[in-house]
């Protein structure tokens, strides 16, 4: 149930609480988008669909298996079970804690350090902004203010390794560097969900 959540959440840098409350109706099959539209922070956003229809098509028949009530019922993508009075916005409360429980025991047993449901959002963003993509463009996929943008940007070493070998002309292998990057653990931790 969580791959695609851990999933969407690698590959769009969106918040828990925004693809917690992803509806179905807003996976635009006919326009070819998906619509996020609750977020912490009231942005609206949208992301192409294409990457996801493969994930979104396993999930529903994970969700089918995993709860049929839920799927048959609720209009969300990600439904949670519980008590309906745990209702918030429509939908039931995510239970986050327990997310990140589950990504603890997942990294745990492939023996990588602990990876929280955040990471996600802040490596989407790294990588974006290392691989050079505008920060306009990136605050409008995943609703952060410019200061924001900063702050989640927490650069490798490897990238200032290469900045310093470009700076003294020399060239830098850093691909057989052996140390595994944080970004490479927070990607190896959405694949194994």
């Known amino acids: ?30 326009n070819g988008v998906i619509r996020f539209e609750y977020s912490k922070t009231g942005h609206k956003s949208s992301v192409p669909l294409d990457q996801f229809r493969a994930v979104l098509k396993a999930h529903k028949k994970v969700l089918k298996k995993w709860s049929p009530i839920a799927f048959k019922k609720s209009p969300y993508v990600f439904p949670q ?7 918030k916005h429509g939908g039931m409360r995510h239970d986050t804690a327990a997310l990140n429980k589950c990504l603890a025991r997942c990294c745990r047993l492939e023996g990588i350090p602990r990876v929280t449901f955040h ?8 990588l974006a902004l290392e691989s050079g993509i505008a920060p306009d463009v990136i605050r409008s996929m995943t609703g952060h203010s410019e200061q924001m943008i900063g702050h989640y940007h927490h650069q490798s070493q490897g990238s200032k390794r290469d900045l ?3 700076v003294k002309g020399t060239e830098n292998d850093s691909k057989n560097d052996t140390k595994i990057d944080r970004k490479d653990q927070i990607v190896t931790a959405s694949k194994i969900l």
């Open 1 to 30: 149930h969580y791959h695609a959540l851990c999933y969407m959440a690698a590959y769009t840098g969106q918040r828990h609480s925004t693809l917690a409350f992803l509806q179905w109706a807003h996976v635009d099959v006919e």
């Open 119 to 126: 990471d996600f959002r802040r490596t989407f963003v790294s």
């Open 81 to 87: 079970q519980g008590d309906p009075a745990d209702l």
């Open 164 to 166: 310093i070998s470009v």
